[in-house]
């Protein structure tokens, strides 16, 4: 027998009995099935096309009482709703080969070129444990945010929510205007940077002014995540990524013609700590978390695939990419950046790092005006599965207008949101909120499988990283006032 309930509203009463296997899809209603299903008792709302939640149960073969009993009660999630097509009505999934590209897309950042200039005090051996330590760590927080994003999506009855309400949901109005101000500000600075830096290459390759090229690159990508489709974009980040495995295959090629194995085994773990920052920095993408369950369905199991899978590929090209630097410049006694040491000594790097760096950059940016703008669109309360212009304007012209104006401040900005900004908000932000919904006692929420095990191990584990290295570079940092 087939049970119709409400997702965003399970009564308190409401027991799944055990064994059964729940899913929950979303389908658009038409007037006359509304009048069918108000026959039923389940309330809805009679604006036409309204979204609602559909959950069904189907019960097991039959088991002994006595290992219904033992047995504890399970839910086996496949997907939440289905996208549906506003015109053909017809269901488009996302795919996991294009949420594992637009994970891996954002991620692989300019900041890679940068890693070894951060890492080269500690050495290749410090520095690798330090990249696997940031990873295991921001794809924890990644998971947490996920998992967060699914139940509070589960619980409200609505698909595309961002940090706002899931930060409204579980740590209150002060844990929204924390979340809401630190995502904005690393967003804009990012963005900001992501700009002034392809002007400078596009201007370099194309001799034009740098107001035209900034404005270019902002409205070519930008128009690519306003008017694309969910597989259109994927399809755009596949591309990307694959240039960008390419051209960073001919610059290890290059640049590895004078790799000395003895310089790998340099390790000051003392100097570990002024990298981890930057490090952290540079494995973001926690930002497109809530439109990667969004496009995914809620299905945790291909969420979880997708940022463990899309966060492996970054992780393996910067140790390959801080190997070969380190490796091949060896010691550096001036103080000078690697990249800058190797461009020197070899000429044809120069013009394999500016494409390397535009294709990163580029894959980085539709991550982040993604993000940015459905983050956008949550705060300003606007409907859900249609693109509006107003996020997309204000996330693009800001940006777009500081980086002609003054890119410096933001530049220096970006010291201060590697160490506070992202630590606090994709550290100690998703741990809080876990912890909040995990021990959460509403009767209407479906509690989900956790996606990350340990319990409160593990979110105290995140508590604590976080805050000894935001305490340890605010303490740095008054010392040298």
């Known amino acids: ?140 927080t990644g998971l947490l945010i996920a998992e967060v994003n699914v139940n509070t999506m589960c619980d409200l009855g609505s698909d595309g929510v961002s940090l706002v309400s899931m930060a409204r949901r579980t740590l209150g109005t002060v844990g929204v205007q924390i979340s809401c101000w630190s995502y904005i500000f690393i967003h804009y600075a990012l963005l900001v940077a992501y700009i002034a830096r392809s002007s400078d290459i596009l201007t370099n390759f194309l001799s034009i002014p740098t107001w035209e090229s900034a404005t ?132 044809t790097i120069g013009p394999i790092v500016e494409i390397f760096s535009l294709l990163a950059i580029a894959t980085s940016y539709i991550g982040f005006v993604l993000g940015l703008t459905d983050f956008l669109a949550d705060l300003l309360n606007l409907p859900t599965g249609q693109n509006r212009p107003l996020p997309y304007i204000l996330t693009l012209v800001p940006p777009l207008i500081l980086s002609l104006l003054d890119p410096e401040i933001f530049f220096k900005a970006l010291d201060f949101a590697g160490t506070y900004g992202v630590l606090l908000l994709f550290g100690v932000i998703p741990a809080a909120m876990s912890w909040s919904d995990r021990n959460s006692n509403s009767s209407s929420s479906v509690k989900l499988p956790e996606l990350v095990p340990g319990g409160r191990i593990t979110l105290l584990m995140v508590l604590g990283s976080s805050g000894y290295v935001i305490l340890s570079e605010l303490f740095e940092n008054l010392q040298h006032l």
């Open 1 to 140: 027998m087939v049970s119709l309930l409400s997702c965003s509203s399970l009564p308190s009463f409401f027991h799944t009995p055990r064994n059964q296997q729940l899913l929950c899809n979303k389908v658009v209603v038409s007037p006359f099935h509304q009048t069918t299903l108000q026959s039923t008792s389940l309330y809805l709302h009679s604006n036409l096309n309204r979204n609602f939640h559909k959950c069904f149960s189907q019960q097991k073969q039959s088991q002994s009482i006595q290992e219904e009993e033992e047995e504890e009660e399970s839910f086996q999630l496949e997907r939440l709703f289905s996208n549906l097509n506003q015109a053909t009505l017809k269901r488009e999934p996302g795919s996991l080969s294009s949420a594992i590209f637009l994970v891996a897309g954002t991620t692989v950042g300019a900041g890679i070129l940068a890693i070894p200039a951060v890492t080269q005090e500690s050495g290749f051996l410090a520095s690798t444990v330090t990249c696997i330590f940031c990873w295991a760590f921001m794809v924890v």
């Open 216 to 347: 270019l690159f902002s409205f070519i990508f930008g128009a690519i995540c306003f008017f694309g489709s969910q597989r259109f974009i994927g399809a755009i980040n596949g591309v990307l990524v694959i240039g960008i495995i390419s051209f960073f295959a001919a610059l290890v090629a290059v640049a590895s013609g004078n790799l000395h194995l003895d310089a790998l085994l340099k390790a000051n773990f003392q100097a570990v700590p002024m990298s981890i920052p930057i490090i952290a920095l540079s494995f973001v993408y926690q930002n497109v978390v809530p439109v990667l369950c969004t496009n995914l369905e809620g299905d945790l199991l291909k969420v979880r695939s997708a940022i463990i899978l899309g966060t492996g590929i970054p992780l393996v090209l910067f140790l390959v990419w801080n190997g070969v630097i380190l490796g091949t410049v060896g010691d550096n006694p001036m103080g000078l950046d690697p990249l800058q040491q190797l461009r020197s000594s070899n000429g």
